[in-house]
T-cell receptor, first 114, second 113 residues
Framework: GAVVSQHPSRVICKSGTSVKIECRSL??????MFWYRQFPKQSLMLMAT?????????EQGVEKDKFLINHASLTLSTLTVASAHPEDSSFYIC??????????FGDGTRLSIL | ELKVEQNPLFLSMQEGKNYTIYCNYS?????LYWYRQDPGKSLESLFV?????AVKQEGRLMASLDTKARLSTLHITAAVHDLSATYFC?????????????FGKGTSLLVTP
């Protein structure tokens, strides 16, 4: 089946550090990639939608200057958390889909900001 | 705005018992999904329901979809401890989000001996 690789799986860093998370579709070309955030004991909330070669569409309340998304190719999207603070600590999950096919999820990245 | 409501949010059940989790959504949608999430892990796809009346079964889990009632159910038969996890339903959000998923709050299931 389709595989989405997300890296790194865990990040622990100091406040003020910028963190980059990669999401790759390994065996298919993803027309769209999505970034979700999940706080403890809560559901997944969509942060942004990313189409290859175009600017990401951010959900209301998500700061585009803080959560920088680059979708450089049909198999790679990156999320950079700029100058991360403790309140940005969360579980970040990417997903990828091809046209109208179901989404495939990465394994997630647990971000802990000290 | 599409709303997806799951109930119950917490469920503790004994092994061997049956139970149903409900998922209601507020507007028409093409697809409904069920996922399982174990602690500290990402989502595992369980079912994709594509049409009214769709029923799918995998092991002790069975999912159904009634698009007219905007209701999906996830039925657990003869629960075992390994089914303990959080279960999410999700609906395609066909909008500017380009078919992103709108998730319910999740049902945290604990199966006890």
């Amino acid at each position: 089946g389709a595989v989405v690789s997300q890296h790194p799986s865990r990040v622990i860093c100091k406040s003020g550090t910028s963190v980059k998370i990669e999401c790759r579709s390994l065996d298919f070309q993803a027309t769209t990639m999505f970034w979700y955030r999940q706080f403890p004991k809560q559901s997944l909330m969509l942060m942004a939608t990313s189409n290859e070669g175009s600017k990401a569409t951010y959900e209301q309340g998500v700061e585009k200057d803080k959560f920088l998304i680059n979708h450089a190719s049909l198999t790679l999207s990156t999320l950079t958390v700029a100058s991360a603070h403790p309140e940005d600590s969360s579980f970040y999950i990417c997903s990828a889909r091809r046209r109208d096919q179901p989404q495939h999820f990465g394994d997630g990245t647990r971000l802990s900001i000290l | 705005e599409l709303k997806v409501e799951q109930n119950p949010l917490f469920l503790s059940m004994q092994e061997g018992k049956n139970y149903t989790i409900y998922c209601n959504y507020s507007t028409t949608s093409d697809r409904l999904y069920w996922y399982r999430q174990d602690p500290g892990k990402s989502l595992e796809s369980l079912f994709v329901l594509l049409s009214n009346g769709a029923v799918k079964q995998e092991g002790r889990l069975m999912a159904s979809l009634d698009t007219k009632a905007r209701l999906s159910t996830l039925h657990i038969t003869a629960a075992v401890h390994d089914l303990s996890a959080t279960y999410f339903c999700a609906v395609d959000l066909n909008s500017n989000s380009g078919y992103a998923l709108n998730f319910g709050k999740g049902t945290s299931l604990l199966v006890t001996p």
